[in-house]
Every structure is written in C-alpha cells, then in structure tokens.
C-alpha cells in the first residue's frame, strides 16, 4: 500500500473528489468526439460488412470507461462516467450503463486491486457481453442466423479485449508518463503493474 502517503492513505477508496468529477468529465468530453467520429467508421464498415461492421470497432464504445477505471481505481468509474451526459439522450444512458457493468464486473472480481493489462482486456470482454446481451434483445439480434450471432459475439469480444482493454491501457498509461496523472491514484503503482 502507499505507507506515508498522508492524509489521503486514511480516505476511503470509494470517497469521490472534486478532482476525480473533473477526470471523468474531461474524459467524457473527449471521447464524445472520438464516438462521432467512429460512429461515421461504423457507418462505412456497415456498408461493406453488413452488421458486423460495427463489431469489429464495438471495443472502441467501451474504452472510456476502462480508462477511467484505469485512472482512478475506484469502484463504479467504469459507470459513473456516463453519467457525466451524452447528446443521444436516454437509451444511450441505458446502454452505457450496461457497459459500464460488464466491464465493472472484471474490476470487482479482483476486488478493485488489479489494474494490469489482462484485467484491462477481460474488462472490454465484459463489456461486450454485457452490451451484446442487451443488444440481442434490443436490437433484435434473434432475427439473424444462429451462425452470424455467435460470428458477432466473438468479434465483439476481441474488439473489448484489444481495443478498449489493450488500447484503452496504452492511452492511460501514455497520459501516466506525460506526469499530468501525478495526483491520480494510476501515478502510485509500481513499474511491475503497469
């Protein structure tokens, strides 16, 4: 643990910060621009793919919320961060949320303690899960074949494994090294983690 780091070391890991809303804001932000512009990918990919067009990018739906798990190691950042607003209203809230579960069940399952690249990945995997169960029903999945359902899961879940647990670990520990992390808990763990 962080002997000697202070004050804060007596602070319970779910008591949330000023600083910690600000995080999530910020990220929420950036991200929503990254989602545009992967919405319009999606489009193009959909074109040429059919419905799995959008499997092979899904990861990147999941990335924000890993990232800012991955940034301050508290339980419910993977969900709290779509709670921050989106511009396609309700149902996007809904569906975040399921997301945000799936890849809050990986963290929970190392009881807030593991942060390293294969809890990353097994957290875009949940998310996928999640979401793609609430798609099937959503989105009315049962219409298509047995074969392409499972061909979609899988891809999915590849995608939440590389791109929003391998890639959503790159960015966060990329910002790590730039130091404007220091305050955050991600800025206290050992190389070995990382």
Same mark, same amino acid.
């Not at 924000?64 to 149902?91: C, F």
């Given at each position: 643990?962080?002997?000697? @780091?202070?004050?804060?070391?007596?602070?319970?890991?779910?008591?949330?910060?000023?600083?910690?809303?600000?995080?999530? @804001?910020?990220?929420?932000?950036?991200?929503?621009? $990254?989602?545009?512009?992967?919405?319009? $990918?999606?489009?193009?990919?959909?074109?040429?793919?059919?419905?799995?067009?959008?499997?092979?990018?899904?990861?990147?739906?999941?990335?924000? @919320?890993?990232?800012?798990? /991955?940034?301050?190691?508290?339980?419910?950042?993977?969900?709290?961060?779509?709670?921050?607003?989106?511009? $396609?209203?309700?149902?996007?809230?809904?569906?975040?949320?399921?997301?945000?579960?799936?890849?809050?069940?990986?963290?929970?399952? /190392?009881?807030?303690?593991?942060?390293?690249?294969? /809890?990353?990945?097994?957290?875009?995997?949940?998310?996928?899960?999640? @979401?793609?169960?609430?798609?099937?029903?959503?989105?009315?999945?049962?219409?298509?074949?047995?074969?392409?359902?499972?061909?979609?899961?899988?891809?999915?879940?590849?995608?939440?494994?590389?791109?929003?647990?391998?890639?959503?670990?790159?960015?966060?520990?990329?910002?790590?090294?730039?130091?404007?992390?220091?305050?955050?808990?991600?800025?206290?763990?050992?190389?070995?983690?990382?």
């Amino acid at each position: 643990m962080n002997a000697g @780091s202070g004050r804060e070391s007596h602070i319970p890991m779910q008591h949330w910060k000023l600083k910690d809303i600000v995080m999530l @804001s910020s990220l929420s932000v950036v991200f929503a621009v $990254v989602y545009l512009l992967f919405f319009q $990918v999606g489009n193009v990919l959909v074109g040429f793919m059919g419905p799995m067009g959008y499997e092979v990018i899904f990861g990147i739906w999941f990335i924000v @919320s890993i990232i800012a798990a /991955t940034i301050l190691r508290k339980p419910g950042a993977a969900v709290i961060e779509v709670l921050i607003g989106n511009a $396609v209203g309700p149902i996007l809230i809904v569906s975040a949320l399921i997301q945000g579960l799936g890849a809050e069940a990986a963290f929970a399952a /190392t009881r807030y303690r593991s942060y390293s690249r294969k /809890t990353l990945m097994l957290a875009g995997v949940g998310a996928a899960l999640f @979401s793609f169960a609430w798609g099937y029903f959503r989105s009315g999945f049962g219409a298509y074949s047995a074969g392409l359902v499972i061909a979609m899961l899988a891809v999915r879940c590849v995608s939440g494994a590389f791109i929003a647990g391998l890639l959503g670990h790159g960015i966060a520990h990329s910002l790590k090294r730039t130091g404007v992390l220091r305050s955050y808990p991600i800025a206290k763990e050992g190389a070995r983690a990382a």
